[in-house]
């Protein structure tokens, strides 16, 4: 009789290792969709500036809704074709880091380079703090991702609103509220995507779902940096 047979032991060896490729992808992913949000922001605020503000300037509305439109478009599309065409989807998400890129240089221009700087190591530190949590913790955490949603569309309304109040001192406590919030994004959106692998890996494309959650984990960055900008902004200007 062969006891080696129903050994669970390889299997468990052989998804340890594919959940290791599966994040360093998904991982590797985000990371070069930040850094290609992060030379297309440097090209757009120096070779591209005066194109790009010329534009914005004069057409602002315009600028601001062919943005937002766009994004939705790739994000839906890259979400879609993930587990169907992984090539497609990845190509959409690089895509999607270069219109986020210009978006963000019109608003990285009014920031110094300290501020973008400094924003950008907290940004890494938390989102690395909170993924390395996400990726180790025996908790439950999945609860968690409806609360901070909720709180996230709390937190939008309320900027909103803000725009009208033109609160410097609102927006502020925002920032630091944005913070939280993704962070906490960070962790559960790492936690849910290795979840997710080994419920799904062996049934989808690991690339395809690697996008997705790169797609994710970039917008939980990016959304942290932002955030640190303006609080570095604003501790600076006190």
């Keep these: 009789m062969n006891n080696f047979q129903n050994d669970p032991q390889p299997r468990t060896i052989n998804t340890q290792i594919g959940l290791r490729s599966f994040l360093s992808k998904m991982y590797g992913f985000m990371s070069l ?12 605020m120096t070779v591209f500036a005066t ?5 914005f300037a004069s057409h602002p509305f315009w ?3 062919i ?16 587990t169907r065409n992984p090539a497609l989807s990845f190509t959409l998400l690089m895509t999607f880091a270069v219109v986020f890129g210009v978006e963000m240089s019109v608003t990285l221009s009014l920031y110094t380079g300290a501020t973008i700087a400094g924003a950008f190591v907290a940004a890494t530190a938390v989102f690395g703090t909170m993924a390395v949590i996400g990726n180790t913790t025996k908790r439950d955490i999945s609860k968690l991702g409806t609360h901070l949603f909720a709180a996230l569309i709390g937190l939008l309304v309320a900027s909103i609103v803000n725009m009208f109040l033109q609160s410097a001192m609102i927006s502020y406590i925002f920032s630091y509220i944005g913070v939280l919030i993704f962070a906490g994004l960070s962790m559960w959106d790492s936690n849910n995507m290795r979840k997710m692998y ?19 984990l970039y917008l ?19």
Excluded: P
Aim: hydrophobic share 55%; aromatic share 14%.
């Design 33 to 44: 969709a930040v850094l290609v949000s992060a030379i297309t922001a440097y090209l757009s």
């Design 51 to 55: 194109a790009i503000n010329g534009m």
């Design 63 to 65: 600028f601001l809704l």
């Design 67 to 82: 943005f937002i439109v766009s994004m939705f478009v790739m994000i839906g599309g890259i979400q879609r074709n993930a």
């Design 198 to 216: 080994l419920q799904y890996g062996d049934q989808v494309s690991s690339t395809g779902l690697a996008v997705t959650g790169a797609l994710q």
């Design 220 to 238: 939980d960055f990016v959304n942290l940096f932002l955030y640190f900008v303006q609080i570095f902004a604003g501790s600076s200007r006190d």
